[in-house]
């Protein structure tokens, strides 16, 4: 086995390679790393080890491999660009990136890589490099370029390379929304070679390079067939991709992410002056995004979420107890949405319970409509598919539940029921079984309350629709145990969700920080505010939605709800607007987009514009109202001040949990990292000033809490 010395951080060379008959077989194994990433110092031994090969006369073609059980390359090291002083260093590393696989693709003896597990960003950019992918068709087979979701771009050739390989609309469709897609449909649509199983990757990888060292080349058809020449094959064609796909990224991105277009850019140059030209520009748009605010809070969201993945959500946390078989008592649109995604994410055999087998049904079919999605969209196979429904069972009575781990309700929003459904089923959980609720409002010590140990009673707030919103509260009562905790959460993050454990008060954290935001709604709207202008602020800001649309989302009975109990909680600031407020929606009927009409009218499902007579209920009248600045500046502020004071509190553990909770539960905008990192870019001085001067103006509701104004008086910040 050959190896390079190794840089003087690390002992063991994380690149080494054998000769065998005329093939050499090339190991990455980042021994330091969970997983394998392109540092400088990995660069310098890949550049060392293909000099080696290519004056080894032995050596025909070259295999390569991770050695890594589970991941190939995760990309180029993120530690170590977010350490970037400059637009220029940005570039001068993204130049050297390319250079290095320029001399890859570039290498006189062939190479065939053998992909297994996670092959992103850099990674997958080396792959591209090669000269033939084989895949192993596994769910850890991942394959992509999710630059963009970083706020940069693929820059070490992938916006030149994938683009020229799968063609332009595919590669752009790729790498403008950052995707990673499963190994089958990496080869579907021709970013590898060939695709099978683990067990004969090395062999298929190596017979491959064997093939190309006797001259064999692989033959690949055009993508895309005769619609692919039309629109990929030539300039007018691509100019009209192009166009589309610029109006489409500046509809998603709202302006508010500029590494898409300039990922677009970088495709578009380089197809239009060629592969040296593109890669320049790649480099340098790179170079201008790596430095950008918006880039190093999506890599603080990364880094953000991969603590979250291996915080077990208690301290000196025992063991989790692994959950086997879930139970779920309401079989709703919430209790269906956690049994498919259980089903789907975690494989595990779900039983369901309902008042009666009518319900039950339907609540089984709602979760086996999420499988439905995920055959349809090909994310499993039709085996897959047969052997997930069957794990899904219900019926009206406990009968099951006897041997399930861990049991969620999500029946009525209402504390007697939800007690009466524990004494039920307390009789038949097994001795260690944890029972956890999925109340969005009622505390979960309340509930509790009703248990005889009451130490395996935890709450787990999930977010509608379940399979879709990553976000879960994990909230343990007075009395949960550290253990009750830890399976909770770990179970939570088997489901593919991001958690965070909060405290048990009213609202929990998202819809504790949640509460100013409706509340200010109702104040804007009796001040003449129209609905347009509040919801059309919010998106400007980067909200995916706005507030009244979000509140027809949710269903104006359940925000009624969550009103309620927010206003008696937190009366002295939580003030409602004069009038009847939402209620008097609610008694017309009108319940959002559930009923067809909230605020806005909805028809076969989609949204129309908003409904004018809404206003009549309301008593109110759209005549101008505060500026847009100051509509924007009462819906943020009353946040950021509700946040701060929350975090006070202890409802969170810490500001990274706050912001991950807003951003992953209500869509707080990722580019400006949570509401606490956002008080940070403004100030607490100035938060505090804009606070006063609003409570001056508006009311108590937007008094500064003692949080800001301490951070106002020592000059200090959330993150420090
Ligand atoms: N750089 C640095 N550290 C990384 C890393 C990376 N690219 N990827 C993972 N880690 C760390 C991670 O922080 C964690 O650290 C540990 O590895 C295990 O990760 C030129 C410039 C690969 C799917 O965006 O999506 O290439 O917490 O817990 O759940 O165009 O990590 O243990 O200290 O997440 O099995 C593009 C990012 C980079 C992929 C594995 N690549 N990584 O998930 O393990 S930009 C990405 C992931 C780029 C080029 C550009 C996931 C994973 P710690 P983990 P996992």
């Known amino acids: 086995m050959s190896t390079i010395a190794p840089s003087s951080t690390r002992t063991a060379p994380a690149v080494t390679w054998d000769v065998d008959d005329g093939i050499a077989t090339v190991v990455l194994d980042l021994k330091s790393q969970p997983v394998n990433v392109i ?43 977010v350490k970037l002083g400059s637009a220029a260093e940005a570039e001068r590393l993204a130049a050297d990136g390319q250079e290095m696989l320029e001399g890859v693709a570039r290498f006189p003896k062939p190479i065939a890589v053998g992909i297994h597990g996670a092959c992103l960003g850099g990674g997958f950019e080396f792959a591209l490099a090669c000269h033939y992918r084989v895949a192993t068709d596994h769910p850890k087979t991942q394959i992509g370029l999710p630059e963009v979701q970083l706020g940069i771009l ?11 390989l799968v063609g332009a609309r595919a590669g752009l469709d790729m790498i403008l929304a950052g995707k990673t897609e499963r190994a089958a449909k990496a080869f579907r649509l021709g970013m590898v070679d060939e695709l099978v199983p683990p067990a004969i990757l090395a062999e298929i990888t190596l017979a491959a390079a064997r093939r190309m060292a006797g001259g064999w080349r692989p033959r690949r058809k055009r993508p895309g067939g005769f619609v692919g020449f039309l629109l990929d094959g030539n300039p007018l064609g691509r100019r009209l991709v192009f166009r589309m796909a610029r109006k489409q990224v500046l509809e998603r991105t709202a302006g508010n992410y500029p590494a898409p277009p300039a990922a677009l850019e970088a495709v578009a140059y380089g197809l239009r002056h060629g592969m040296a030209e593109g890669l320049r520009r790649e480099a340098q748009l790179f170079g201008q995004l790596a430095v950008t605010d918006v880039s190093r809070k999506l890599v603080q969201i990364f880094f953000a979420t ?11 946390a025992p063991p989790a107890v692994r959950v086997h078989r879930l139970g779920i008592i309401g079989s709703g649109f919430m209790g269906s949405g956690i ?48 052997r997930l429904v069957a794990l899904l069972s219900g019926s009206d009575t406990y009968a099951g539940f006897g041997r399930a781990e861990l049991t969620i309700e999500a029946v009525f929003e209402d504390l007697a029921v939800k007690q009466e459904v524990l004494r039920e089923v307390a009789q038949v959980l097994p001795q260690d079984g944890v029972f956890a609720s999925n109340t969005s409002t009622i505390p979960i010590t309340r509930i509790a309350e009703a248990a005889h140990d009451p130490e395996r009673v935890i709450g787990m707030h999930f977010f509608s629709p379940v399979a879709k919103m990553p976000l879960l509260e994990v909230i343990p009562g007075a009395r949960t145990s550290p253990q009750t905790i830890s399976t909770a959460v770990a179970f939570g993050r088997r489901l593919g969700k991001t958690v ?20 200010e709604v109702g104040h804007l709207l009796a001040e003449g505010a129209s609905i347009e202008d509040i919801d059309s602020m919010a998106v400007r800001f980067g909200f995916p939605v706005g507030q009244v649309t979000l509140l027809d989302e949710v269903g104006l009975d359940v925000a009624v709800k969550v009103a309620g109990v927010m206003q008696e909680a937190y009366g002295d600031h939580i003030i409602p607007a004069p009038g009847s407020g939402l209620a008097a929606l609610v008694k017309a ?40 600045a100051e509509i924007l500046q009462r819906l943020l502020l009353g946040m950021v001040n509700e946040a701060a004071r929350a975090l006070g509190e202890g409802v969170v553990r810490n500001p990274r949990d706050g912001d991950i909770g807003a951003i992953f539960g209500f869509g707080f905008p990722p580019f400006r990292g949570g509401p606490l990192r956002y008080a940070d870019d403004l100030g607490a001085e100035r938060v505090v000033a804009d606070l006063e001067r609003l409570a001056e103006r508006h009311g108590v509701r937007f008094t500064p809490c003692e949080v800001l104004q301490e951070h106002a008086r020592q000059g200090t910040k959330f993150y420090s």
């Open 339 to 386: 049994a498919g995604t259980a089903v789907a994410q975690a494989e595990v055999d779900v039983r369901m319970k309902d008042a009666d087998l009518g319900r039950v049904a339907q609540g089984t079919l709602a979760a086996r409509a999420i499988l439905d999605d995920r055959l349809k969209r090909r994310r499993i196979t039709k085996y897959e598919y047969a």
């Open 306 to 316: 991969n603590q979250l993945k291996k915080d077990p959500g208690v301290a000196n």
């Open 589 to 628: 009927g009108r319940l959002g987009r559930k009923s067809g009409r909230g605020f806005y009218i909805y028809k076969g499902g989609k949204k129309r514009g908003v409904d004018e007579s809404v206003y009549g209920l309301l008593g109110v009248h759209p005549n101008g109202g505060p500026r847009p």
């Open 500 to 519: 965070i454990v909060v405290q048990d008060s009213p609202g929990f954290w998202v819809n504790r920080i949640l509460a100013p935001y409706p509340n």
């Open 154 to 164: 693929p820059a070490a050739g992938g916006c030149q390379r994938l683009p020229r």
């Open 39 to 81: 540092s400088r110092a990995v660069k310098d031994e890949f550049l060392a080890c293909f000099a080696a090969l290519g004056d080894d006369a032995r050596v025909r073609a070259v295999a390569f491999f991770s050695g890594k059980a589970d991941n190939f390359i995760a990309g180029a090291d993120i530690e170590e660009f």
